[in-house]
């Protein structure tokens, strides 16, 4: 009994491709929304992984999200360290909601199960990383 509702949960809590494609064609808003600085001082492991994958330093000294990294890592890792990125994404205040008002990305990008993901953001209907997770 335990193994069968172990099985359905890993399951139920995928991120199935379609998810994560639209949160890659978000990516664009993620620099914008992010706050380094709490991120750079940080000595979880968690975010030790965010920065030395995702952020990139710029000539002048400051730091950007490096997009292509960013859209690999939202394609290939596995769900279990994707979920834990997007908790502390969401912890940072980077949440789902913020980074697509920011990305501004023309609705004809997206296929028909990412532009149902897209209305329920723009309704405040799924606000962060994890509640897109959860849908």
Partial sequence: M?????????????LPQ???????KLVTGVSNVMDFD??????????I???????VRTDD???????TNFCMCVKSLDFE?????FIRL????????????EANVNPLYFSKEELNY??????????????LVLF
Wanted: glycine residues 6%.
């Fill in 2 to 14: 335990v193994k069968t509702f172990f099985i359905f949960i890993q399951i139920k809590m995928s």
């Fill in 18 to 24: 379609c998810k994560r494609d639209f949160i890659r």
């Fill in 38 to 47: 709490k991120l750079l001082h940080s000595i979880d492991k968690t975010d």
């Fill in 49 to 55: 992984f965010i920065k030395k994958h995702f952020l």
């Fill in 61 to 67: 000294g400051s730091y950007m999200v490096n997009k």
């Fill in 81 to 85: 360290l994707l979920c834990k990125i």
């Fill in 90 to 101: 969401d912890t940072y205040g980077v949440t789902l909601r913020k980074v697509f008002l």
């Fill in 118 to 131: 897209a209305q329920l953001v723009g309704q405040g209907e799924i606000e962060t990383f994890f509640d």
